[in-house]
């Protein structure tokens, strides 16, 4: 560990000579630094893992901007670099792809396979698909085999216990997205984590490491609050679209007509009130007619669609009622997170702010955050900064949001680790990004199987239950 030990050491130099003006915990020494975190941190992207997205996981990238080299399956547990659970090509679950310019998003056939099984120590990035704040506490690996927690925990032990294992001289974490987006993938705040629970989880997390890694350095993050900065949620228009022209069918007064659904809440089936939002996993049922109401079965072209007349379900939608639900949630969330990381000195990333950057006004078409030559927007698939699930992000935006993370950390301990370039991600993703322009005038078209993967990505790794995220 020499290289990391020299920059730890210089890092640390520069810590103490600033202690007066910082409270963090711990040390900047980044000698064995570790990651606890969910699909973020494991660097899902495209709807699964895989070895070349892994790389520019926000760990990863952390990772190497403090010295690291990220390991390579031949390296062995004595090696000097900064382990992940590696998987082969198309990934786990196989990545979804963009096929051509007429926007068909496909799933790559076949799966992948873990290619680090047999590494003899626990990870460095922890990071479990699916992981809520109270997994990181509970799950195992050992639960099922269905699970990525199977070949990420391996049965060694919980995220904490596993971090703990290592002796780390730095903890990094990012944990309760889950606990969130699951209420938004599943179109309904029935899913979200009771923040009484989340509370305990999440300084429970803080404890345990403060107590058994006193001298350990820990930064932490806070959640984006609103379920409209991703495409998952900002991508379908809740009014009906007239198939051949893409522009939207007016009602006698106007205005367009909203989709049929299942409202949620016991409200029944009825049409979607505006500021409703129809969720991306439901593109594929939307060419078949899902959602157009039953006058409509006989009017060109709709009578060309077999399923019109039959409602969208509560899955499938977000109310107003419910956006409102999820985004006072989040909130909670935060002030649980930022009042246990201050009770502890620890720094917090924010992590929300960046998710706001890059939210563009569906009325003014302003917002989008300026990377150099490129705008990045949470448009799908055309804005750069999410992936083709929906949720998840490119190789640049996990770059991004580990800046966050170095932003953060040498904010509260005083460093100066340099960020991360975007200039790494060419290579892996091609020296240009997608126009609106340079795509096509049509809507993306989802595969049916695609579309299916999308919320199957926020399945808990739990006993008994198949999880991909």
Known sequence: MKNI??????????TLAALPSFAA???????????????????????????????????AVLARQVGYRICQPTDTATSNCFAQPTVSSPGIPSLLQLQDLSGTIIKLPGQGSPVMLNFARPYNNLSVPGANVTDVLTIK???????????????????????????????????????LLSAVAGGTPNNLTPVAQFKTSYETMLNAIATNAP?????????????FAVPLVNTVPPFIVNPATRQPVLGPD?????????????????????????????????????????????VPPFNAL???????????????????????RANEYNTVITTAA????????????????????????????????????????????????GVHLTDLGYILFANQYIKAINQGYGTEIPLASITQIFANNGAM????????GDPFRITSEAAQQIPKVFQRPRKGRASSH
């Open 5 to 14: 030990a020299k920059i730890a050491a210089a890092v640390l130099v520069t």
């Open 25 to 59: 915990p711990g040390s900047a020494d980044f000698t064995r630094l570790v990651a606890i975190g969910d699909s973020y941190g494991a660097g899902y992207e495209n709807g699964g893992i895989v070895a070349e997205h892994q790389n520019f996981s926000w760990p």
């Open 141 to 179: 690996g050992n639960e099922s085999q269905t699970s990525a927690a199977a070949f990420i925990l391996r049965g060694l032990g919980t995220q904490v216990e596993q971090a703990l294992a290592q002796h780390p001289t730095f903890v990094a974490i990012w944990i309760g997205g889950n606990d």
């Open 215 to 227: 001298n350990a350095g820990i930064v932490v993050g806070n959640l984006p609050n609103s379920p």
């Open 254 to 298: 106007g205005k367009p007509i909203y989709l049929v659904a299942d409202l949620g809440g016991g409200l029944g089936f009825g049409q979607l009130p505006a500021g409703s939002f129809v969720l991306l996993s439901a593109a594929a049922k939307l060419r078949t007619g899902y959602g157009i109401p039953g006058a409509l079965a006989q």
């Open 306 to 328: 077999p399923d019109v007349g039959k409602p969208l379900s509560d899955a499938d939608v977000l109310t107003p009622t419910e956006v409102a639900a999820i985004v006072a």
């Open 342 to 389: 201050s009770a502890k000195g620890i720094p917090v990333a924010d992590i929300k702010s960046l998710f706001d950057s890059v939210v563009v006004s569906p009325t003014t078409g302003a917002g989008g955050l300026q990377v150099g030559p490129i705008r990045l927007t949470n448009a799908f698939v055309s804005g750069g900064f999410f992936g083709l699930d």
């Open 433 to 440: 990004f997608p126009s609106a322009s340079s795509l096509p």
